[in-house]
């Protein structure tokens, strides 16, 4: 299949609104794909890459957007992957060259269709409203096998790239190769964002809460003396981290399957930042020593399976009391359960007072659903704030589509009086907001490219964030975490505008 039909199909999702629009596009689409491009073209329509991150920066891949395109569609599928994997091998002297000449070369051979969507991919932007959810519901469409069926199948396999494949391939039958299997990951069990714990209860008698630890998600594994340590993305980092091998096979248990939290304490035991933390997932080499330096502690919250039983759709409480069984209380995350908000705050406020990010709700009665994102978890956060100023805005897709959305947001730079790029978000926006937004930003604006308006620097947006985390991606070394948009202070100058030092700062304390 032709790059360029994928391209097209993406373009035709996002200027949609209905639902069975998208399955239908999707579903024909897929349908067409040789057993070969499967796992390739479901994992592009879904915004992934086959090959995870392969060492593009933002200015690298921006800076692409100058050259002429092709004047007619010859790249396939697998000419795109074959050239992102070739990207994503080269190591040693000149890598970032080698790396960014090889882009070119890709660049080179894609049409006006082609580009934006190859940007938009490499950059993780695509939202064009091929999210999980209507995939699949297209994957079973395409391969005439049950929505529920394929759910379940990447449930259990926590690749819905590789799920896709097997049912377009082979229907029922490449579905039921699919179950609970020790050593290999499952999709973890997601949690929306509530705003406040009153929200959380929402009618229910009774919430689950737990600290809310700014660490690692790990899910383990144990058959016997074989144990496999699985970070949120999947990831096997069973080598770097043999303190919670260590701990796992002390548990008197032959086989289970534990989700939880791993997190790098200080001296006094407050929680380390997460960038402290992640450093120990990132090191491959020196693990002993790193250890003696940095020793990590797994905290862990769900119990999934044990000596032969699935526990997935146990319910939430039954499956934390055999949890309970098993660890000590220095192995699991603090847990009480509330009968009112009142309690739920108090309990809040300590998490807060011992360093902790906030808090998980969770709906006791309920099941773990494997690779979503429900509403039986829910996190409660305390937010910081910035002053920031829009450096640009991009067009949004699906129920946004003629609204600017996506803000490029910056800090002030008071060195070069000009502004450091921090991130980008689109969160936080309601539709009022989005309109207000689309006709201001192009009053001010100064140049635009296809998905792109760049405007002046002037106008100052609230954002609240989660965190300051490192970041080779923006000039400032910094990014905020889980950015949105608070509110617009039209009242408030760029000049008055937080400063790049003031974000440094806030990273600097571990915030």
Request: hydrophobic share 45%; proline share 4%; with cysteine.
């Amino acid at each position: 299949m032709l790059f360029q039909e994928i391209a097209e199909v993406s373009r035709a999702v996002a200027d949609t609104r209905a639902r069975s629009t998208k399955i239908e596009l999707l579903a024909a689409c897929l349908s067409r794909l040789s057993p070969e491009e499967a796992e390739i073209g479901v994992g592009f329509l879904s915004g992934e890459l086959r090959q995870g991150k392969i060492g593009l920066g933002y200015a690298t891949i921006r800076g692409l957007e100058r050259a002429a395109p092709a004047p007619s569609a010859s790249l396939t599928l697998l000419d795109v992957d074959a050239a992102l994997g070739q990207i994503a091998g080269i190591r040693g002297p000149r890598s970032a060259a080698l790396r960014a000449e090889t882009l070119a070369g890709l660049f080179a051979r894609a049409t006006a269709i082609e580009r934006p969507f190859l940007e938009r991919l490499l950059l993780g932007e695509l939202r064009q409203g091929a999210l999980e959810g209507i995939l699949l519901d297209a994957v079973a469409k395409a391969a005439k096998v049950s929505a529920s069926g394929v759910r379940r199948a990447v449930m259990l396999a926590g690749d819905a790239r590789r799920v896709a494949a097997a049912a377009l391939a082979r229907g029922d039958a490449g579905l039921s190769d699919f179950r609970v299997e020790l050593l290999r990951p499952i999709g973890p069990m997601l949690a929306q964002t509530a705003a406040s714990l009153t929200e959380a209860f929402d009618g229910r008698p009774e919430l689950a809460l737990e600290h809310k630890l700014d660490g690692a998600r790990i899910q383990v594994h144990k058959d016997g003396t074989d144990v496999r340590i699985f970070t949120r993305n999947l990831n096997d980092v069973t080598a770097r981290v043999p303190e919670i091998v260590e701990a796992t096979l002390a548990l008197p248990a032959k086989q289970l399957i534990l989700d939880g939290e791993a997190i790098a304490l200080g001296a006094d035991q407050r929680p380390a930042p997460f960038q402290t933390t992640m450093s120990r997932f990132g090191r491959k080499l020196d693990v002993d020593a790193m250890r003696s330096a940095l020793p990590i502690h797994p905290y862990f919250f769900d119990l999934l399976y044990l000596d032969g039983g699935e526990l997935l759709d146990h319910a939430e409480n039954d499956r934390f009391e055999r949890l309970a069984e098993l660890t000590a209380p220095s192995q699991r995350v603090e847990r009480f359960v509330a009968t009112d908000p009142q309690q739920a705050e108090a309990f809040l406020d300590r998490a807060l007072a011992l360093g902790h990010e906030g808090v998980m709700a969770k709906d006791a009665t309920a099941p773990y659903e494997a690779g979503r994102r429900g509403a039986s978890w829910m996190k409660i956060k305390k937010a910081h704030t910035l002053d920031l100023v829009v450096l640009a805005a991009e067009w949004g897709s699906g129920r946004r589509k003629g609204f600017l959305s996506n803000l490029h947001l910056g800090a002030r730079d008071p060195k070069t009086n000009s502004f450091v790029m921090l991130g980008k978000t689109f969160k936080g926006l309601t539709d009022e907001l989005l309109r207000w937004q689309t006709a201001k930003l192009q009053s001010i604006e100064l140049s635009r490219s296809d998905w792109v308006v760049y405007v002046r620097p002037e106008l100052v947006v609230e954002i609240a964030f989660d965190g300051v985390q490192a970041s080779s991606q923006y000039p400032g070394g910094v990014a905020l975490r889980f950015a949105r948009v608070k509110r617009y202070r039209e009242d408030k100058p760029a000049s008055e505008a937080d400063t790049i030092d003031t974000v440094q700062a806030i990273h600097a304390r571990g915030m």
